[in-house]
């Protein structure tokens, strides 16, 4: 089991510090018949290339490469060549017989990208920066969702459960505010971290940083870069969300291979290292809720994910992920009482009160540049949820208040809303009429 970074308020350890640059060869980590192979097939790819363009391309300094390639020369696999264009003056090409060495590289790898870190340096930095390792204060979680409508209670909930390292359950009707609420959690997370282009286990490239979850910080410009000098094989970002929902299958959650392009990519779990990882809609996967409940039982308990190649090749990583299921449906519907036992905290989302109803409906109002008329809102609870026993979700007024104002545009009425129209959008939207609704809207006209 990989040991837990205590709880601090101190901020991430400086980049360099953690990832420091490779001053050799030997402090890649990697063989240099590995890092040899890799610049071949950059130079198979890319013809001829410039230092400035290897360096870009492989993410190691101009000195390590220098070594690389008077090795690579001395093996008559790579020349020097005289570039022309875009790119005037002394290139790198591959000989003959270095593009047969290349060929018979992409065979066994496609992976052509920045050099990657091995797998026991990449888990070093993982437990370095810890996301177990922050911890969120009341002010902190108050601060984080001011500009939200939330119970206090429900944020007095959800803090602590932050702070347990465990995996957090939250369940309740549709609308809610479940998705919205979890994802905006990541506001917690003000610091950043370092995600690895790709790892090395053995001979075997696994792509790790994915642009569509990775986003980075902009301290990755080159300034900052040479002034932090952190190990340029590692990206600067954000802490990873990762969000998945009923598209999920199982093997999104192991190592992938693409036989085409003959390359491996990271499974969800090890692309939100660092972060959060959200199971959306929990029970409409295309997988039973129980295999994907399943499969996180020791990674959970033990803080370690065990995976496997398609070789039969197997390795493990920490498991350092704030993990979120999230479902409309009820947690007993879906798993038994010694699974849930398993999850630190079960947390349900409830219907809004009134005031909060209100208070959701005058910031959307103020967002869609329209007057907020408290009658006209009370008129909605009052003739139009109540009779039906519809209950007031944070979801309703934005689109309540859309629709209405899409029939405003329609007949050209400027007077946006009114209680006719936002009785057109209830009956739209809810494929239904409350009997006394209309009268009650024609009331509501002639006392404004």
């Not at 002394?90 to 990208?113: D, H, I, P």
């Not at 300034?223 to 009923?246: A, E, F, K, N, S």
């Not at 039973?288 to 990674?299: A, D, G, K, S």
């Not at 934005?398 to 545009?409: E, K, P, Q, V, Y």
Request: glycine share 8%; with cysteine; net charge neutral.
């Amino acid at each position: 089991m990989y040991n837990k970074t205590p709880p601090t308020d101190e901020p991430s350890p400086d980049a360099a510090r953690v990832a420091p640059r490779p001053q050799t060869l030997a402090a890649t980590g990697l063989p240099s018949a590995f890092l040899g192979d890799l610049v071949e097939k950059h130079l198979f790819e890319g013809g001829v290339l410039s230092m400035r363009e290897l360096v870009s391309r492989t993410a190691l300094s101009g000195r390590l490469l220098e070594e690389l390639l008077g090795f690579l020369r001395q093996e008559g696999r790579v020349e020097v060549r005289a570039q022309h264009g875009d790119s005037p003056g002394l290139g790198y090409a591959l000989t003959e017989r270095g593009r047969g060495s290349a060929m018979a590289s992409l065979m066994a790898s496609g992976y052509v990208g920045p050099t990657p870190v091995p797998l026991d340096y990449y888990n070093q930095v993982v437990l370095t920066q810890s996301v177990r390792g922050r911890s969120v204060t009341r002010d902190r979680m108050f601060a984080a969702f001011e500009d939200t409508v939330l119970d206090p209670e429900l944020l007095d909930r959800l803090g602590p459960a932050m702070n347990s390292g465990k995996a957090i359950f939250v369940y309740g009707a549709p609308g809610t505010g479940k998705t919205f609420i979890t994802q905006r959690l990541a506001r917690l997370f003000e610091d950043t971290c370092l995600i690895p282009y790709a790892i090395s286990i053995g001979e075997t490239v696994v792509r790790v940083f994915d642009p569509s979850v990775h986003r980075q910080s902009q301290d990755n410009s080159p300034v900052v870069m040479l002034t932090r000098g952190h190990d340029p094989r590692y990206v600067l970002c954000q802490r990873p969300l990762v969000i998945t929902g009923g598209e999920l299958t199982a093997d999104m959650l192991e190592v992938q291979f693409d036989p085409a392009t003959r390359q491996y990519r990271a499974p969800l779990q090890v692309k939100a290292n660092g972060g959060m990882l959200i199971l959306d809609d929990l029970g409409r996967q295309r997988i039973p809720p129980t295999t994907v409940l399943n499969r996180w039982i020791l990674p959970m308990e033990e803080g370690v994910d065990y995976l496997s190649m398609n070789t039969g090749q197997h390795f493990r990583t920490p498991f350092d992920v704030i993990l979120v299921f999230s479902t409309n449906l009820q947690p007993r519907d879906l798993v038994d009482d010694a699974f849930l036992r398993r999850i630190g905290y079960k947390i349900g989302f409830q219907a809004l009160n009134p005031r909060q109803y209100h208070m959701i409906w005058q910031r959307t109002c103020e967002a869609r540049s329209v007057r907020y008329d408290a009658p006209l809102c009370q008129f909605v609870i009052d003739a139009l949820y109540k009779p039906t026993a519809t209950p007031l979700l944070p979801c309703h007024p934005r689109d309540l208040i859309g629709m209405a104002l899409d029939r405003a545009i329609y007949l050209d009425d400027w007077f946006g809303l009114t209680a006719e129209a936002l009785q057109w959008a209830w009956d739209n939207y809810f494929v239904t009429t409350p009997a006394s609704s209309s009268d009650a809207a024609a009331d509501l006209r002639r006392s404004q």
